[in-house]
């Protein structure tokens, strides 16, 4: 497809009022696919739209037909990633809810 008419369809895609149905949904999803949005962007466009949370959103897209044939190997990277940013964290805390949450204390001349 040539840029201009992708763009001219994303354009119209993110205008459009989506309905929190897994049809509507799983169609909506496979659109940004067509157009080259990631699943980053995916989810973040679902949260947006949805008023939704990134849990929420990111369930939606990794369970799409678009992109559960994906699912095991984002997730894998996304828990590597997480793993390697918590050895280079300057703390990990312990959230009430089970979830852990890294501070990065970073010095004026560091920036």
Not at 22 to 50: H, M, R, T
Not at 76 to 101: I, M, P, Y
Request: charged residues 35%; positive net charge; hydrophobic residues 35%.
């Amino acid at each position: 497809m040539n840029s201009w008419i992708k763009n001219r369809k994303l354009r119209r895609l993110l205008k459009k009022q989506i309905v929190n149905s897994p049809p509507e949904l799983n169609k909506f999803i496979a659109d940004l696919k067509k157009c080259d949005y990631s699943v980053i962007q995916s989810i973040g466009v679902l949260c947006k739209k949805l008023h939704i949370g990134l849990n929420e959103s990111r369930d939606i897209v990794l369970n799409s037909p678009s992109w559960i044939h994906d699912k095991d190997r984002i997730i894998d990277l996304n828990n590597k990633a997480w793993e390697t940013l918590k050895q280079e964290a300057d703390e990990v805390k312990l959230n009430d809810d089970g979830t852990e949450s890294l501070v990065f204390n970073v010095k004026e001349n560091e920036k």
